[in-house]
């Protein structure tokens, strides 16, 4: 038994944890390690950030995805530092691991591009504290001009600010116009909550700029239908509490939400000297790290040109895939067979906008509205398998569509001092 | 319209929203103030600290429950200073509010008696934000445990503290074990969760010690067929860092939870010179308060004695009946007719020992087992009335109790520093 390889892989993403799953019965010890015990959902963590679903709908305990992979043990950890050259890394609190292949999935972060002074008065959401923390900005916002209505007769303006309108930016706008119009509506009395206004700016000339300018173009007027302003060519180039600087105009804000830029983990820089803009690592066409053939990069912290010339973009399905390049290069290797190269097969995108529209683009089918709707939450429901909660999920979802009602609407955590009103844009508590 | 009387309910638990809904209707103007923005389904609020529900399940928005209550307006914020002279009170970042009638139902929250510094180690179980942060401490626990059993070999024992044998420590204690024996054990590979400990410590001489003398036998006797050590007449009388000392003994503890010891709102403190030791109002025959007649003290924080001199216990039935009283008796107040005495009326209890075993007293009845399980189910469903989420909740209970599994194991927030071992048992966040 002390001949099986030990397998290490970092971060419990869609990437790693395929990866596991594809490691799983071979004849190596695989441990994956997180600093979370969940594995997160991404995809619909706007709904959580607005009071749809709960946190633990969308999240799931890595350790009983993996429970059948009894070659699979997972370590609660944060990876400091990877030493390639000794095949070893270390845990934030010094613990040392080994390894003889490590696949490293540890995925991105969001960027301010330099101005990381910004979070506080405008995170971003890619964990389920972030959720949290951005639903109980938008939850407190209504809260407090409710507060002030009633005990002056009148109150500051709601304004929600969404900065990116790629399918995150576009997901939150469309929903908190949907809270601020439907769900919340009848729950005021002294305010009214459909006159809150929710901004999204984008600096590009459209919203969605991955797909085609039709289904743009088709996906902002269901916007504005909505009741979102979207604002294109348009740049931030300063947040302040309570205010976003949006070109020359200064926009007084409730709530500010960053759905722009993406940086790839820290670690990618420790496995290579030159990282792109992005931090990514610019992988071997087998998906491992030119000079270090035993660790594989994958997912959104792998930079991987196509033979068109354009990236592999950073989206689950390509990290699902690298994992599987990842794994079955691993199972060559230990076979003696040769190395097969990764191929992204794009099997199209999709995005929603609200309570029941959507825009898909696969090859030439393209579909929009009500349908595509209909075809997103398919495909979400399926993504779901592997989640033990996919049918309360499901029911959950049904259940908002059908009463219009936000089952989650807590606020926990921080404090609510409303005084004044923008007060609770204070540094993010420690969730 | 000027003349309408002006009505503050402080508090949004059992009491305080009963109170509004009686007063829904009338021809006053209700206020109901609370620091959270949701009502807690208290009785469940162990199934959150033990991972079986969702907190958002057990908590509801104030204001939904409220929303067709034309005539009350709720407020987001924190009492501090009730001036019953001015009938005035000041909302913590110094907002006034006037009114006429004035009903206090701010609850009660765990006395450490004197040894606030005790809270760190051992926090409490009051609110949503206390079971988040129990559920996190049980859950790392086992995180750190099998982690160290990776990376050595070995793992210091794991010991879970549960001070106070009352429903709650009972629940907890039961609940624990459960998770320990049974939903965890497949999960972890290098550990036995099994092998866990669950000590329940009691001051006194049983458990349960508001019910008669059999059923708490019987209800020590379940806690012990389900693994739970449950020591008697042992006092706690210090806590540290990663121990407990009962009597003269020193426990080591991987998590401490203290389930004994209320104490009132600290604003009953500024309606009356004398409060009792736990900080109750001890209020008149109508539940006024001697020299304040248009105020009202009900739920936990009054102090009420009944004919036979026994004190009406914090219960929510309690608690639910007095809101009923003081708001007929303003009804009786606006009519010109004379004020009723409170009167208890005890319809028994219950408390729930694990997956599927309780105790049920009421006058002569009695029941144990799996008969009184079913009878703690039907009426803690019943009691979910007003929740939307009723539904889901059951369907969650018996998901876990079909499939013994734990949905809602997320570990959120505070750090997952593991080294030393109880490190984690670190001040709590601000969740």
């Known amino acids: 038994m ?54 633990g709908e969308i999240a799931s305990p890595i350790r009983r995805i993996l429970s059948r992979s009894k070659n699979v043990e997972v370590v609660l950890g944060e990876v400091k530092t990877i030493d390639a050259e ?8 010094g613990d040392e691991i080994n390894y003889d292949y490590l696949i490293v999935a540890a995925g991105a972060r969001h ?8 979070e506080v008065s405008a995170p971003g959401l890619k964990t389920v504290e972030d959720a949290i923390e951005i639903r109980r900005r938008v939850l407190l916002a ?9 005990l002056t007769g009148t109150h500051e303006p709601l304004n929600f600010v969404v900065i990116g309108a790629g399918p995150t930016g576009v997901e939150l706008a469309g929903a908190i116009a949907g809270i601020a119009r439907v769900a919340l509506a009848n729950d005021f009395k002294a305010i009214d909550t459909g006159q809150a206004r929710v901004i999204l700016i984008e600096g590009g000339d459209r919203v969605l700029n991955t797909f085609s300018e ?44 960053w759905a722009t830029g993406v940086s790839a983990s820290p670690l990618g820089a420790q496995l290579q000297d030159e990282v792109d803009s992005a931090g990514r690592v610019t992988v071997n066409r087998d998906l491992s790290v030119p ?20 990236l592999v973009p950073g989206v689950a399905p390509a990290a699902i895939q690298m994992a599987d390049t990842a794994a079955r290069n691993i199972r060559n290797d230990l076979e003696g067979k040769e190395r097969g190269e990764f191929e992204y097969h794009d099997k199209g995108s999709m995005a929603t906008i609200g309570r029941s529209k959507a825009i898909v683009e696969a090859g030439r089918l393209k579909l ?41 609407r807590l606020i926990t955590g ?17 969730l």
Do not use: C
């Open 2 to 55: 002390t001949d099986r390889k030990e397998v290490v892989i970092i971060g419990g993403g869609f990437g790693g944890l395929k990866a596991a799953k594809r490691l799983t019965g071979l004849d190596v010890d695989v441990k994956l390690i997180d600093k979370k015990n969940h594995h997160t959902f991404q995809p619909l963590l706007y709904q959580v950030a607005t009071a749809v679903l709960s946190p």
């Open 86 to 93: 000794a095949n070893t890394l270390f845990l934030r609190d």
């Open 111 to 118: 960027s301010y591009f330099g101005n990381d002074d910004w």
């Open 142 to 150: 209504f809260e407090v001009a409710e507060r002030e209505a009633i």
């Open 214 to 257: 039709d289904l743009s173009a088709r996906a902002k007027q269901d916007l504005e239908d909505l009741g979102v302003e979207v604002l294109l060519n348009s740049f931030v180039n300063e947040i302040a509490p309570g205010k976003v600087k949006a070109g020359e105009e200064w926009i007084d804000t409730s709530v500010a939400v």
């Open 291 to 310: 000079g270090s053939e035993n660790v594989f990069v994958i997912g959104d912290m792998a930079r991987f040109e196509q033979s068109d010339g354009s």
């Open 368 to 408: 929009t509205g009500f349908i595509a709707w209909l075809a997103w939450l398919f495909v979400h429901v399926l993504l779901l398998v592997g989640f033990k909660n996919r049918l309360t999920v499901v029911a959950e979802w049904f259940w908002a569509y059908l009463t219009r009602e936000r089952s989650a």
């Open 414 to 430: 921080g404090s609510i001092e409303l005084e004044p009103a923008l007060k609770f844009l204070k540094p993010k508590a420690d």
